[in-house]
């Protein structure tokens, strides 16, 4: 495998000597594209990449590479025939593949190898062309490349539209495909959120410890409406973010506890019952701790802050750890996070809420009556959920219970659906899209019917659930925007020794309860549960690394704060619990990395890495 993992970048530079190539050394833009001669859409590409030749001249350079259309025997032997003319007549016959006929033939390959007189028995030259197509397909494999045809601009995949416009505003780095590239790239490195919550919270604190604290707490309180005629709803931007903004991200949540014991690491009862048993020893544990150093008294309500684990920041500190973390251990995690976030939400709906209206609340589950409706009705739209969601949202808030719990519920009834006909629905989708092109040079025919669009909609509905489009879309908002938001909103904090004045025991309990009660509580729970045979330890990881995953689950950040939020309505109170939050991530990160990176090395994974890092990305929002 190439030095570079990831496969949004070329796996190896490209070589004059040993690719063939159009265009001089020297040239500012380099595009690669890895195509199959019986590649209808490699064809089409042809006629486009000619257009930004012409448009580019020398400032371009072109890279062919091969990778045959799997399964198909005349598009490799084409590949090999071509590589055993000679390398000034390479493009002369890779045209004439590409061009002669609209579609590959037997007739093709013997006109193409009469022209060079290419010849079975030469073997050495045979074989050489065999060893150049395989080199090729190593270097596909190797880049990522599953589809073709798959282009590559200075090194970086391309994924968009391949006419000659959109290759140009890609090639010329325009600032809208610039923004774009940075932000996949940011969004696909698994700790992005993380950095992007610590990011947050530094500077939520540098700015309540500046001369600008005044100035911020004063926006942050400012009162926010919306007003319907003579009704206004009104509420202060914290409160806006704490109980609306943050509504998005317990969608989130729900969506991802759906699918997790639906499809996930949590639908096989044997597969979840570690990650399940070690999620309940980390809430209870951490509990009672803090209850024991709190005692009763105005601090009693805050034991729910230490059980919650801050995931974004915990996977973040795995994936940098790289190899030193068995993949096993990263999905134990995930799946335990998963089950902590059911936890912290039954929480918050039965101990953190305040006066219960009966008559809002009956109106929030009529609402709710009306989505199980939907659901059962087959109905696979989101925008009537979406309605629906926003008024369960303002039922549950005016009820008396979180708002936050709306996104929860609103989660467990968007539908999902069995699997689509893949082949079915591509099937289709070319039909249509040939049956178009045909009057593509009518008269007063400028592109695609209505009809049709409508029809290739409905495909691309088809190919997703609800849920799983939903979540595909809300996610990234909850990463980089709610959070964040969270942050700066609430992890302000003016940092002192009088901070702690007189509130020392509450600040222990919490540091007790992340650092000491959830590793302990998570560790005691997995070892009963396997000397019980309720559960099983996988190989891939030694009960030390499962001591340092515990250590890594007492980062308690978004939830934690959360929580303490609604447990302590004094500002002090709430000021001591940050401080004690802060400190209590920062040891269990210390210690978590300690045992981790001290550990044996851990055996060779036998769960696919693929899965890992979706599970991980996943569980980050």
């Given amino acids: 495998m190439s030095e570079r993992t990831s496969p949004n970048y070329l796996d190896r530079a490209v070589d004059h000597a040993l690719d063939h190539v159009l265009g001089p050394a020297e040239a500012e833009i380099t595009l690669v594209e890895y195509g199959s001669y019986d590649c209808p859409h490699c064809r089409a590409a042809n006629e486009e990449l000619a257009k930004v030749r012409d448009r580019f001249g020398n400032r371009l350079r072109y890279v062919f590479r091969h990778r045959p259309v799997t399964g198909s025997d ?71 490349v599953t589809v073709t045809p798959t282009f590559y601009i200075n090194g970086r995949r391309y994924d968009g539209p391949w006419d000659e416009s959109s290759l140009a505003d890609a090639m010329l780095g325009s600032l809208g495909h610039r923004v774009s590239s940075a932000a996949l790239d940011f969004a696909s490195w698994a700790p992005s959120t993380g950095v992007l919550l610590l990011i947050a919270t530094v500077v939520a604190v540098a700015l309540s410890n500046s001369p600008l604290s005044q100035l911020v707490e004063g926006f942050w309180e400012r009162k926010a409406a919306l007003a319907f005629g003579d009704a206004a709803f009104a509420m202060s931007l914290r409160h806006w973010v704490n109980d609306a903004l943050l509504s998005i991200f317990f969608l989130v949540v729900g969506l991802e506890i759906k699918r997790e014991f639906t499809v996930g690491h949590l639908a096989n009862r044997r597969a979840a019952a570690l990650p399940v048993a070690a999620a309940l020893g980390g809430m209870a544990v951490p509990a009672l701790v803090y209850a024991q150093i709190v005692g009763g008294g105005p601090w009693s309500q805050g034991w729910g802050v230490p059980m919650a684990t801050d995931t974004a920041f915990a996977v973040a500190l795995i994936v940098m750890m790289g190899d030193r973390v068995p993949v096993a251990l990263r999905i134990f995690l995930t799946a335990a996070a998963i089950v902590d976030d059911i936890g912290s939400i039954l929480v918050v709906a039965f101990f953190y809420s305040g006066d219960l209206h009966v008559g809002q609340l009956f109106l929030g589950a009529l609402a709710t009556g009306a989505l199980a409706l939907l659901n059962r009705s087959g109905v696979y739209r989101v925008l009537p959920y979406a309605l629906l969601g926003i008024a369960l949202w303002i039922f549950v808030h005016a009820g008396g219970l979180h708002a936050t719990l709306a996104g929860v519920v609103l989660a467990f009834f968007i539908p999902t659906r069995p699997p689509p006909n893949l082949r079915a629905l591509t099937l289709q989708a070319d039909a249509i899209i040939q049956a178009e092109s045909r009057h593509g040079d009518e008269v007063l025919r400028h592109g695609p019917s209505l009809p049709a669009l409508r029809a290739i909609d409905a495909i691309h509905d088809r190919l997703e659930s609800p849920a799983d489009r939903l979540l595909r879309s809300v996610e990234p908002w909850s990463s980089y925007v709610v959070l964040p938001l969270f942050a700066l909103a609430n992890a302000g904090v003016a940092l002192g020794t009088e901070v702690l004045d007189g509130r020392a025991p509450l600040a222990l309990a919490i540091v007790a309860g992340l650092t000491l009660g959830k590793p302990v509580g998570l560790l005691l729970a997995s070892l009963l549960a396997v000397a019980l045979g309720v559960a099983v330890k996988p190989d891939d990881y030694s009960w030390r690394q499962l001591a340092g995953a515990g250590g890594l689950a007492g980062i308690g950040f978004t939830m934690s704060l959360f929580i303490a939020g609604q447990a302590f309505p004094l500002a002090a109170d709430f000021s001591a619990a940050k401080v004690a939050i802060f400190a209590a991530s920062v040891l269990s990160a210390f210690i978590g990395i300690a045992i981790l990176w001290h550990a044996a090395p851990p055996v060779k994974s036998t769960v696919d890495e693929g899965e890992a890092v979706r599970a991980e990305n996943r569980a980050a929002a």
């Avoid at 002369?92 to 037997?106: A, D, F, P």
């Avoid at 013997?110 to 065999?130: I, L, N, T």
């Fill in 74 to 144: 005349i598009a490799r032997r084409a590949a090999e025939l071509v590589e055993q003319c000679d390398a000034e007549r390479f493009w002369e016959q890779h045209i004439q593949l590409m061009t002669r006929s609209t579609q590959l033939t037997e007739d093709d390959l013997r006109v193409v190898g009469a022209s060079f007189g290419a010849s079975q028995d030469d073997g050495a030259r045979v074989e050489r062309a065999r060893a150049r197509v395989e080199e090729d397909l190593r270097s596909a494999r190797n880049s990522g």
